[in-house]
T-cell receptor, first 113, second 114 residues
Framework: ETGVTQSPTHLIKTRGQQVTLRCSSQ?????VSWYQQALGQGPQFIFQ?????ENGRGNFPPRFSGLQFPNYSSELNVNALELDDSALYLC???WGPGLQPQHFGDGTRLSIL | TQLLEQSPQFLSIQEGENLTVYCNSS?????LQWYRQEPGEGPVLLVT?????EVKKLKRLTFQFGDARKDSSLHITAAQPGDTGLYLC??????????????FGKGTHLIIQP
């Protein structure tokens, strides 16, 4: 059984640029959630995709957007990058929106210069 | 906005000692999970508690969900260096059907010294 994989593992961008992060969900999982984990903090919920549609969203601005594909893999896009966007971005997959457990990938470390 | 407060934030103890980590909220959660995260890795689920008053044991780790489903604790007996890591509690909202995602605490950084 393949777990959740994320790419790239590390990324460096400058302010104002745009970035796309990718996540392959665990086999059979139809729900993907994205979280932002700043240094020394717990993860914060960005949004969730279920069957290719955004199913829920946390307190993040519209410049954070996403997609889910028919194979349930997902992308997180961030436009107009700001210094505060520097964080570990985690993807988690599960069998359904309210069903646990969520299986996390190892994240993408994004640094904004 | 639901918040989860974890305490202590940092804990460094000697191998063989016991410890308890707390997770508190003013909100009710339908379930609460405990994760352990190591540097450079994603969180790994340790346990899910669902019923108020529920107690679950995982080897030397004991997890308890408060009767009102607002708080939880993690107790480790005879801590070992391999227990070192960041322990995160996370709650699933009692409304929203899971679409609200998990609300995480800030975590407890645990160091077990040999």
């Amino acid at each position: 059984e393949t777990g959740v994989t994320q790419s790239p593992t590390h990324l460096i961008k400058t302010r104002g640029q745009q970035v796309t992060l990718r996540c392959s969900s665990q086999s059979g999982h139809n729900t993907v959630s994205w979280y932002q984990q700043a240094l020394g903090q717990g993860p914060q919920f960005i949004f969730q995709y279920y069957r290719e549609e955004e199913n829920g969203r946390g307190n993040f601005p519209p410049r954070f957007s996403g997609l889910q594909f028919p194979n349930y893999s997902s992308e997180l896009n961030v436009n107009a990058l700001e210094l505060d966007d520097s964080a570990l971005y985690l993807c988690a997959s599960s069998w359904g929106p309210g069903l646990q457990p969520q299986h996390f990938g190892d994240g993408t470390r994004l640094s904004i210069l | 906005t639901q918040l989860l407060e974890q305490s202590p934030q940092f804990l460094s103890i000697q191998e063989g000692e016991n410890l308890t980590v707390y997770c508190n909220s003013s909100s009710v959660f339908s379930s609460l999970q405990w994760y352990r995260q190591e540097p450079g890795e994603g969180p790994v689920l340790l346990v899910t508690v669902v019923t108020g008053g529920e107690v679950k044991k995982l080897k030397r780790l004991t997890f308890q969900f408060g009767d009102a489903r607002k708080d939880s604790s993690l107790h480790i007996t005879a801590a070992q260096p391999g227990d070192t890591g960041l322990y995160l509690c996370a709650g699933l909202s009692s409304s929203g059907g899971g679409a609200d995602g998990l609300t995480f605490g800030k975590g407890t950084h645990l160091i077990i010294q040999p």
